[in-house]
């Protein structure tokens, strides 16, 4: 029964049932009315457009197209299209690239390029592993740096130049010395690079490549691109290049060991007693590593692993997911690069070091391609530091992978979670809500297993490379100063390191280096001296330099460069007098016992840091210091002893 007619509702009065009729009514005419009156209207205004074609059409403007390029003009009228205007413009399309097949494997070379000495080497060699041919182009010099800005679009930042003349001179050389023709090269040679959508001229990287190759004679040339922020699943089977889980493991993993070596190289050359000698046995140990990956085989070839894969086939889970997912999986469990992390160690321990000469401390930070490169791109500042009694603390890459990440959780946490409660989110939205912790989980446990690998191999290397920073540290650091929701170049992560360095007494000076232009290192810089007097205002006394880096202008940055890495010395000679002098020995007294000691001798050494004293040779003569205390008291308790015994013997 209904339950207004028995009475569960009560009745409505008469007029209320009037003002709902006369509503009915008055809502039906109007939709009657508009649907015949709205031909008559639009027949009438002639000339005038709809309604819905003018917001189109206004949309188009407002988004730069020319919308009477499509048939209609702004009259209105299909009849007076400007022919000849249409016919002169000509939009951009990406040139449609012969693509890099599956099949071409054997015979193409993979060209990669843009890191330092040891990361190319070391990403070679784990190239050739996963059975790819593989060469790295040289170190960008000036000479590429002027064919990069012959050959591309004026208005780029110098690290485009830079890497794009370089491949460009690598592909002049193979046509003009080693006399392969250009159809050989366009068929034998492929370029890999990363891309990104932006924000900063970063997005621009990819096109340019192309536009350098047509203009200097190799159109056609292949570059494949893998974006940065897309993940471990970028291609298919038939890709030349298989982006999958196990190349993104094998890839990182070389560019971890790379960043764990040059850190060592940085902290024993400015020390080494046979200059030379540290050059001489990293390359060694280098070469070690590269056999190592080369012959390294992949997650799921082992005969180990075929048979579970076999088996994981009988269950019907694909063989692939274990092929590409086995090498992670058993990189997690085992210590796969410790031996060879470990024997490299022996090696370098037989460099001879004496770390009772003051080095100031300058920690490198800017831009990421220019705080990273080693040749020209930089002005070779390290090697300049470092020739002028500096010892340089580079970023590792690995830095940046932990930062994309990172940067990925806080942006799908606040999209998430923008403008709704939590309530919301899940009664009404439940299957996105699973999604988005998935999506975190992911993110959250790969940076978690980088940190760890890290870590791993830097305790396989006596933990002496410099540990990664920590990200939420640096955000905190820098969020008062800089939004970090701002993205683009290094971020919000050029001010934090400045202030992480300095704050906790890690470097005696911090070197921003950017290349002329970038806008993020700009934003970065303008802010840095807010921080810099505020924390001035706090008692900290932090010695910045920015330093902008183009093909030219070298002398005056060195010139820059130098004058603050005198204050820095200074602060530096200063710490180490100081720590001389609490130690109550002359300097050459500690230098003599170290001579004597041979075990004080190995870089790899235990220095303990104390509190607030930032060189290495300060807290150096602190611990040889206590060391030959105890060794005094020991032997005045044994003289003591033995007097002793002499009186009890005599008496
Ligand atoms: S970070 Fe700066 S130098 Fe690097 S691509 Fe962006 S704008 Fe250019």
């Known amino acids: 029964m209904n339950a207004w007619w028995a009475g569960a509702v009560p009745r409505k009065s008469c007029q209320a049932r009037f003002l709902e009729a006369a509503h009915w009514l008055w809502h039906h005419t109007k939709v009657v009315a508009r649907s015949f009156l709205k031909p008559l209207v639009d027949s009438y205004s002639g000339s005038e457009m709809s309604h819905d074609s003018l917001t189109q059409t206004t949309k188009a403007r407002s988004f730069g197209a020319t919308p009477h390029l499509d048939g209609v003009s702004a009259a209105g009228s299909v009849s007076e299209k400007p022919a000849l205007l249409a016919a002169r413009v000509e939009h951009f399309r990406r040139p449609t690239e012969r693509p890099f097949l599956r099949s071409e494997r054997e015979r193409v070379t993979c060209l990669f390029g843009g890191l330092t000495y040891r990361h190319e080497r070391l990403m070679e060699a784990s190239f050739q592993g996963m059975g790819y041919r593989a060469a790295r182009i040289h170190t960008p010099t000036k000479a590429d740096y002027d064919t990069g800005r012959e050959c591309c679009s004026p208005g780029m930042c110098n690290p485009v130049y830079f890497t794009v003349g370089a491949l460009v001179n690598y592909l002049k050389r193979l046509r003009d010395i080693e006399g392969l023709t250009v159809g050989q090269i366009l068929d034998g040679y492929v370029f890999v690079t990363t891309g990104s959508c932006g924000p900063c001229r970063f997005g621009m990287y990819e096109s340019e490549f192309r536009l350098a190759l047509r203009n200097s004679g190799f159109d056609g040339f292949r570059v494949v691109v893998f974006q940065q922020k ?29 960043d764990l070596l040059n850190d060592l190289a940085h902290q024993i050359r400015p020390y080494e007693v046979n200059p030379g000698e540290t050059e001489c046995v990293l390359e060694e ?40 997912w086995g090498g992670v999986l058993l990189q997690v469990i085992r210590n796969r690069y410790g031996r060879v992390l470990g024997e490299c160690m022996q090696l370098i321990d037989g460099i001879g070091v004496d770390y009772t000469w003051p080095r100031a401390l300058c920690k490198v930070t800017g831009e990421f391609w220019a705080q990273m490169t080693e040749g020209d791109g930089n002005f070779g500042m390290f090697s300049f530091v470092e020739s002028q009694g500096g010892e340089v603390m580079v970023e590792p890459i690995t830095t940046w992978l932990v930062y994309l990440l990172d940067s990925a959780v806080c942006r799908t946490r606040e999209v998430r979670s923008a403008g709704r409660s939590m309530h919301v989110r899940i009664v009404h ?123 030219e202008g070298e002398i005056g940055a060195r010139g820059r460069v130098l004058m603050a890495l005198e204050q820095a010395k200074a602060r530096c000679e200063r710490e180490f007098e100081a720590c001389v002098e609490k130690t109550g020995y002359a300097v050459e007294d500690l230098r003599g016992y170290c001579a004597c000691h041979g075990e004080l001798r190995r870089p790899f050494q235990r220095v303990c840091k104390r509190k607030g004293i930032v060189g290495r040779a300060a807290n150096f003569v602190l611990n040889i210091a206590s060391r030959m205390d105890t060794e005094r008291d020991r032997r005045s308790l044994e003289r003591a002893g033995v007097d002793a015994a002499i009186r009890a013997r005599s008496g």
């Open 429 to 551: 939205n439940f299957g996105a809500w699973i999604v988005y912790l998935r999506k975190v989980a992911m993110l959250k446990t790969v940076s978690y297993l980088i940190r760890r690998e890290y870590e791993r191999m830097r305790r396989a290397l006596g933990g002496m490379p410099h540990p990664l920073a920590s990200m939420s540290e640096l955000r905190e650091l820098a969020r008062p100063f800089f939004n970090d929701r701002i993205t683009g170049g290094e971020g919000h992560m050029e001010v934090g390191k400045t202030l992480y360095y300095s704050v906790k007494g890690l470097s005696h000076m911090v070197l921003s280096l950017k290349p002329f232009g970038c806008l993020p290192s700009t934003q970065s810089d303008g802010v840095q001296r807010a921080a810099l007097s505020y924390y001035g205002r706090q008692g900290y006394d932090i010695l910045f330099l920015p330093v902008e880096t183009s093909g």
């Open 285 to 324: 140990a280098l070469e070690r590593v590269c056999t190592f990956l080369r012959l390294e085989r992949t997650g799921g070839r082992g005969a180990k692993c075929e048979v579970q894969s076999a088996r994981c086939d009988v269950l019907g889970v694909h063989r692939g997911i274990l092929r590409d």
């Open 230 to 258: 897309a993940g471990a699943n970028q291609s298919s089977r038939d890709d030349g290049i298989e982006v999958n889980a196990e190349f993104a493991r094998r890839l990182v993993t070389a560019l971890m060991i790379g």
